[in-house]
């Protein structure tokens, strides 16, 4: 029985968490935590194996760091961890023999969506990115957004050349969203949105759009079980979900 505690069990990803790892076979929900709740004498108490994070963007790090130094597999769906975060957190879990799953994004599609990204990449000039969620989201861009643009970038390290050096007039300020790996990314937050996003590529004469919709949090859950599953079987940081869909559960 693989033993899990959910951090940000009362928040909207934590309970539909709750209730996933409650039904899954071969494994269970030991402690159910939030704000305030003491996580490093949880997980000792309980012996936990892996704890689920879900909570927010300003403590995810000081979580991970914990989570780890007391002993347990984190599996983290919280976004705002920075480059140099994750090359700390890898360290760490080396340090410590264990893993941990950083996941910017646990619907299957949506890792889809990044794979044929990085693959259209390859052979259109130009992208740009608008990423669509509810308006209660704590950051922007998403970490799916921020993830597309670097598969992208890697897989094409020519995209957007042809714009690098073009002079436009910004009317107002920002029209042209953020930049990542000089991909233009767009972040729309509007009640009704879970969370979608749209990769427009460009070419001579023609477009291309990849669009993925994730109509509630259900759609998650089948890739947050999976990496609570197979987590103990990694080392280090594991940055993606892609990392284990080729596993058998
Ligand atoms: N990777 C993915 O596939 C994926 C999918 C959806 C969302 N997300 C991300 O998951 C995170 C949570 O999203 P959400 O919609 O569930 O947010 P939410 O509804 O605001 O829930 C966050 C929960 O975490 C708690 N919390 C905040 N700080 C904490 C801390 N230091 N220690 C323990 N608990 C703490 C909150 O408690 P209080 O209410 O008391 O502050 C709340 O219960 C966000 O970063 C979001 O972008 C990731």
Excluded at 31 to 45: F, H, N, S, V, W
Excluded at 96 to 124: R, T
Excluded at 162 to 179: N, W, Y
Aim: glycine share 8%; hydrophobic share 45%; aromatic share 4%.
């Amino acid at each position: 029985m693989i033993t899990v505690i959910v951090n940000g069990a009362k928040g909207k990803m934590g309970q539909a968490v709750v209730t996933a790892v409650s039904d899954a076979d071969g494994m269970s929900v030991v402690a159910e935590l939030d704000m305030g709740d003491k996580l490093t004498y949880t997980i000792q108490d309980t012996q936990a194996k892996v704890v689920v994070d879900f909570t927010h963007p300003s403590a995810v790090k000081k979580n991970v760091i914990e989570i780890l130094n007391a002993g347990a597999y984190p599996v983290v769906g919280t976004t705002g961890l920075s480059d140099a975060d994750l090359a700390e957190i890898d360290a760490l879990a080396k340090a410590k023999g264990l893993a941990a799953a950083v996941c910017p994004n646990f619907a299957i599609g949506a890792v889809l969506m990044m794979q044929a990204a990085a693959q259209i990449g390859k052979h259109m000039p130009q992208c740009e990115i608008i990423e669509f969620h509810h308006n209660n989201k704590a950051d922007a861009p998403s970490g799916t957004a921020i993830k597309t643009a670097e598969l992208i970038a890697i897989s094409n390290p020519e995209i957007n050349k042809a714009l690098v050096d073009r002079t436009e007039t910004h009317i107002v300020p920002e029209t042209r969203g953020g930049k990542k790996a000089n991909i233009p990314i767009h972040a729309v937050r509007l009640q009704g949105f879970v969370a979608s996003q749209e990769i427009i590529f460009g070419g001579l004469g023609q477009t291309l759009t990849l669009r993925h919709d994730t109509i509630n949090r259900e759609s998650f859950m089948p890739g947050v079980v999976l990496c609570v599953r197979k987590i103990h079987s990694k080392t280090g940081l594991i940055y993606g979900l892609e990392n284990f869909l080729n596993e058998t559960e």
